[in-house]
C-alpha cells in the first residue's frame, strides 16, 4: 500500500515557507482527541443503551420476584376485603359481638 495515500498528512505542507516541525504533531493532537471523544460518546451511548435495557428486560428471576410481589399485594388485598364483607355480613352463633368488651 502507498504510505502517501495512507497518510495524507505526512505530504500536506502549506503553499508557502511556514511549515514547522511540529505540524504534524498537531495534526495528531486533533485526530487523537476526536477518537478520544468519540470514543468517550460511544461509551456513554453503551451505558445508557445497557441501563434501558436492563429496565425493560429485566433477568428472569427478577422478572418472578417481581410477579410474585404483585400477586402476593392482589391477593392479599382480596383476602383482606372478602374477610371484611363476611364478618361484617354475618357472625357465627359462637361469636361473641366485636364490641363486647364495652358492656
Same mark, same amino acid.
Given at each position: 500500500m502507498n504510505p502517501v495515500l495512507a497518510f495524507p498528512i505526512y505530504v500536506q505542507k502549506p503553499a508557502t515557507n511556514l511549515y514547522a516541525a511540529n505540524t504534524a504533531a498537531m495534526d495528531w493532537?486533533? *485526530?487523537? &482527541?476526536?477518537?478520544? @471523544?468519540? @470514543? $468517550? $460518546?460511544?461509551c456513554f451511548a453503551m451505558a445508557a443503551w445497557q441501563i434501558w435495557r436492563r429496565t425493560?428486560? =429485566?433477568?428472569?428471576? *427478577? %422478572?418472578?420476584?417481581?410477579?410474585?410481589?404483585d400477586s402476593d399485594e392482589e391477593t &392479599?388485598? +382480596?383476602?383482606?376485603?372478602?374477610?371484611?364483607? #363476611? #364478618? #361484617?355480613a354475618?357472625? %357465627? =352463633?359462637?361469636?361473641?359481638? %366485636?364490641?363486647?368488651? +364495652? #358492656?
Amino acid at each position: 500500500m502507498n504510505p502517501v495515500l495512507a497518510f495524507p498528512i505526512y505530504v500536506q505542507k502549506p503553499a508557502t515557507n511556514l511549515y514547522a516541525a511540529n505540524t504534524a504533531a498537531m495534526d495528531w493532537f486533533v *485526530i487523537a &482527541t476526536l477518537c478520544f @471523544f468519540f @470514543f $468517550l $460518546l460511544g461509551c456513554f451511548a453503551m451505558a445508557a443503551w445497557q441501563i434501558w435495557r436492563r429496565t425493560t428486560r =429485566p433477568d428472569p428471576h *427478577i %422478572q418472578l420476584l417481581m410477579e410474585l410481589a404483585d400477586s402476593d399485594e392482589e391477593t &392479599t388485598l +382480596k383476602k383482606a376485603d372478602e374477610q371484611a364483607q #363476611s #364478618s #361484617s355480613a354475618q357472625s %357465627q =352463633p359462637w361469636e361473641k359481638p %366485636q364490641d363486647w368488651w +364495652k #358492656s
